[in-house]
């Protein structure tokens, strides 16, 4: 047996990668293509010892180069309230973080997942409100980790997962070259063959990666994560600010625009006398002006009570002056699970008994 340290990690690559780490061993591309198919959407727990068209030879070749890793399940809770079911895992180090498995139901019967992975364990960027900015970074997840995500939520569910977010642990583009890859695993045929605008990237503002995004020409959901159209509110509250402020942002938002003619999604977590005035609006609607957005709005979820989110009266009022300012589509988004912690902004890789604690 090789030395495990060399082994190659299946999940960890696309099947082209694969098949170039493989060639050698007498692995066809579309053998290579089977492979992948076998861990990813077959979630295979080792490579399989006889496969149609692929000799026992090379396969017997394969598992000895290879293995096949896989995540730990540490806790799974489904809420009673609205079916969001949040995971614990550990993979690569000793601590844990989560996914968040939501439904979506178009027609009873009709049920399909949408998984919210993390990409980080903890997070560098600090936002004030966010349990996870709370923890600070720990470590970058392996692309492994985050396709395992879905594979094990995949594999514990009786419906298809159609779309991947990347909103749990962690900022997606500070883990820029394992994400895409994640991303590409998933939307590949042979691997979990969601489509590309199914799968979600969601970003505090990390303008130098957005760029590389927008040039790199993906076709993944851009999401970022805006909360104030006042450069010194943001700041306050989103410390990434005072590195790439609004203005910066907005170039790099309007550069990606330009070149991909996408509509931006620009996520606002409301919260209550902070960010849900008609002025809020107004500054949002000449920040964005010219460029065609659609408006997230989140309420938020702080376990520490220092932010709330508004009343139904505030939250209308802000919407209403929404409609009068910006003029453009304004949706409300649900962060479920919160009774489970698996919320936005709650995830903070805790099992039962410490989240029990907390509270």
């Given at each position: 047996?090789?030395?495990?340290?060399?082994?190659?990690?299946l999940?960890n690559?696309?099947s082209s990668?694969?098949?170039?780490?493989?060639?050698s061993?007498?692995v066809?591309?579309?053998?290579?293509?089977?492979?992948?198919?076998?861990?990813?959407?077959?979630g295979?727990?080792e490579v399989?010892?006889s496969?149609?068209e692929i000799?026992?030879?090379?396969?017997?070749?394969?598992?000895?180069?290879?293995?096949?890793?896989?995540?730990?399940l540490v806790e799974q809770?489904?809420?009673?309230?609205?079916?969001?079911t949040r995971l614990?895992?550990?993979g690569?180090?000793?601590e844990p973080?989560?996914t968040?498995?939501?439904?979506?139901v178009?027609?009873p019967?009709?049920e399909?997942y949408v998984?919210?992975?993390?990409?980080?364990?903890?997070c560098?960027?600090?936002?004030?409100?966010?349990?996870t900015?709370?923890?600070?970074f720990?470590r970058?997840?392996?692309?492994?980790e985050?396709v395992?995500q879905?594979?094990q939520v995949?594999?514990?569910s009786?419906?298809?997962v159609t779309?991947?977010?990347?909103?749990?642990?962690?900022?997606p583009m500070l883990n820029y070259?394992n994400v895409m890859r994640a991303?590409?695993i998933?939307s590949e045929?042979?691997?979990?063959?969601?489509?590309a605008?199914a799968?979600t990237?969601?970003?505090?503002?990390?303008?130098?990666m957005?760029?590389?995004f927008?040039?790199e020409?993906?076709?993944?959901?851009?999401?970022?994560?805006l909360t104030?159209?006042?450069s010194a509110?943001?700041?306050?509250?989103l410390?990434?600010?005072?590195?790439w402020?609004l203005?910066?942002l907005?170039?790099?938002i309007?550069e990606y625009?330009?070149?991909?003619g996408r509509?931006i999604?620009?996520?606002?977590?409301?919260?209550?006398g902070?960010?849900?005035?008609?002025q809020?609006a107004?500054?949002?609607?000449?920040?964005?002006?010219?460029?065609?957005?659609?408006l997230?709005?989140?309420d938020?979820n702080d376990a520490?009570?220092?932010?709330?989110?508004?009343d139904d009266?505030?939250?209308?009022?802000f919407?209403?002056?929404?409609?009068?300012?910006?003029?453009?589509?304004v949706?409300r988004?649900?962060s479920?699970?919160?009774?489970?912690?698996?919320?936005?902004?709650?995830?903070a890789?805790a099992?039962?008994?410490?989240?029990?604690a907390?509270?």
């Open positions: 047996m090789q030395h495990h340290q060399h082994l190659l990690l999940k690559q696309t990668e694969l098949y170039r780490s493989l060639a061993l007498g066809r591309e579309r053998d290579a293509r089977r492979l992948q198919a076998a861990v990813v959407r077959g295979a727990s399989p010892s496969m149609s000799s026992p030879r090379v396969l017997a070749a394969v598992a000895e180069a290879s293995r096949v890793p896989h995540l730990e809770r489904t809420s009673p309230v609205d079916g969001f614990l895992f550990r690569e180090g000793r973080f989560e968040v498995r939501i439904p979506i178009h027609r019967g009709d399909k998984v919210c992975v993390s990409s980080q364990v903890g560098a960027l600090a936002c004030d409100f966010c349990a900015g709370r923890l600070g720990r970058n997840l392996a692309t492994w985050i395992d879905v594979v995949q594999r514990l009786t419906h298809p779309g991947v977010v990347f909103m749990g642990m962690g900022e070259d991303a590409a998933f045929p042979c691997g979990m063959a969601v489509s605008k799968i990237i969601s970003t505090v503002g990390v303008v130098p957005i760029r590389r927008t040039s020409k993906h076709r993944y959901r851009l999401v970022v994560s104030s159209a006042d509110s943001r700041a306050r509250l410390p990434v600010e005072h590195t402020p203005p910066q907005m170039e790099a309007r625009h330009g070149s991909s509509r999604t620009l996520a606002w977590t409301l919260i209550r902070f960010n849900t005035s008609e809020d107004r500054q949002l609607a000449e920040l964005t002006a010219g460029l065609p957005i659609k997230d709005l989140i938020v520490t009570g220092r932010y709330q989110p508004p009266a505030e939250r209308n009022r919407r209403d002056a929404l409609r009068k300012e910006l003029g453009m589509p949706a988004r649900y479920g699970g919160q009774d489970v912690n698996g919320g936005c902004g709650m995830l890789g099992g039962e008994q410490k989240s029990a907390a509270n």
